[in-house]
């Protein structure tokens, strides 16, 4: 079955501590994005990745960082740095723009509490 | 800068009446609009596109319309069912770069 998997589902974290969440998708799609969402609220732009080894800020990338080491793969690292990790987080992917359909596919999150 | 405005919060319609789902964007250059249907504590799911050279897409009863004047998008759901409850967001894309809008709550009444 083709898809994309976030793990693990919830995760707390201490404070101080980094912790990395997982998103793994076997659909050949080039484009992978990392987005969150608190209560109430729209999903915000963490991070994006349009091919291996290469990978640009959205408009919340303090105190976060990612990889893209494999097509298939695009971990999220939250650091000590930030300051209010507490929220959903959500991964998608999609073909690049003009290579495929334009929608992007989501995980099922992963909620993330500092404790 | 946000640059895709989704102005209402929330939309309570009848059902068998038409939803009308607004959308608004700052930047011209987007390639695509998309829209997303959302529960709580679940990855969203794609509804319906739309390539920023057309100004119609029609899916059953999902439509949505493009107007690039205005920089304004509209999702129509016709006729508006109990299971369309739910968080309905836009998004647009622009050489990858993909943003969403802040959501509306969509309340489809028996």
């Known amino acids: 079955d083709g898809g994309i998997t976030q793990s693990p589902k919830y995760l707390f974290r201490k404070e101080g501590q980094n912790v990395t969440l997982s998103c793994e998708q076997n659909?050949?799609?080039?484009?992978m994005y990392w987005y969150r969402q608190d209560p109430g609220q729209g999903l915000r732009l963490i991070y994006y990745s349009q091919i291996v080894n290469d990978f640009q800020k959205g408009d919340i990338a303090e105190g976060y960082s990612v990889s893209r080491e494999k097509k298939e793969s695009f971990p999220l690292t939250v650091t000590s740095a930030q300051k209010n990790p507490t929220a959903f987080y959500l991964c998608?992917?999609?073909?690049?723009?003009?290579?495929?359909?334009?929608?992007?596919?989501f995980g099922q999150g992963t909620r993330l509490t500092v404790v | 800068d946000q640059q895709v405005k989704q102005n209402s919060p929330s939309l309570s319609v009848q059902e068998g009446r038409i939803s009308i789902l607004n959308c608004d964007y700052t930047?011209?250059?987007?390639?695509?609009f998309l829209w997303y249907k959302k529960y709580p504590a679940e990855g969203p799911t794609f509804l319906i596109s739309i390539s920023s050279i057309k100004d119609k897409n029609e899916d059953g009863r999902f439509t949505v319309f493009l107007n690039k004047s205005a920089k304004h998008l509209s999702l129509h759901i016709v006729p508006s069912q109990p299971g369309d409850s739910a968080v309905y967001f836009c998004a647009a894309i622009r050489n990858n770069d993909m943003r969403f809008g802040a959501g509306t709550r969509l309340t489809v009444k028996p």
């Open positions: 659909l050949n799609h080039d484009a």
């Open positions: 930047n011209s250059m987007f390639d695509y």
């Open positions: 998608a992917s999609r073909y690049l723009t003009g290579q495929g359909s334009a929608e992007a596919f």
